[in-house]
C-alpha cells in the first residue's frame, strides 16, 4: 500500500462508472493526440492553447468525479470505521496537489 491508506476502493466501483470515467480518459487521450498533431504540423499556437485548456478542464472534472466517489463511500466509510482523521488528512493533502 506505501503512503496510502487502502490499496483499492473500500466499495468496488460499479462497470458504469467505471465506463464513464475510462471514456473520458479515452476522449482526452484523443484530444492529446489531437494537439501532438497540431504541433507537428505548426498550427497556430493560440489554437493549441485553446485545446490545452480543454484537456486541462476535462482532467479537473474527471478528478472531481473520482474525488466525490471517494468522498461518499472511501473517507465515510473510514469515519464509521473511527479512521476519518487519517482519511480526511490524506484527501486534504490530494486536493492540495490537485488544486495547484
Do not use: W
Not at 487521450?29 to 480543454?54: F, H, N, P, T, W
Amino acid at each position: 500500500m506505501g503512503e496510502h491508506l487502502h490499496e483499492h476502493a473500500v466499495v468496488p466501483r460499479t462497470d458504469e462508472e467505471k465506463d464513464k470515467v475510462m471514456n473520458r480518459l479515452k476522449r482526452i487521450e484523443g484530444q492529446v493526440r489531437g494537439i501532438q498533431k497540431m504541433v507537428d504540423e505548426d498550427r497556430y499556437c493560440v489554437d493549441i492553447l485553446v485545446q490545452i485548456s480543454a484537456i486541462q478542464s476535462a482532467l479537473k472534472n474527471v478528478g472531481y468525479t473520482v474525488t466525490e466517489r471517494h468522498m461518499k463511500h472511501c473517507v465515510t466509510d473510514a469515519i464509521n470505521k473511527g479512521e476519518g482523521e487519517d482519511s480526511i488528512e490524506e484527501l486534504m493533502a490530494v486536493l492540495k496537489q490537485f488544486s495547484k
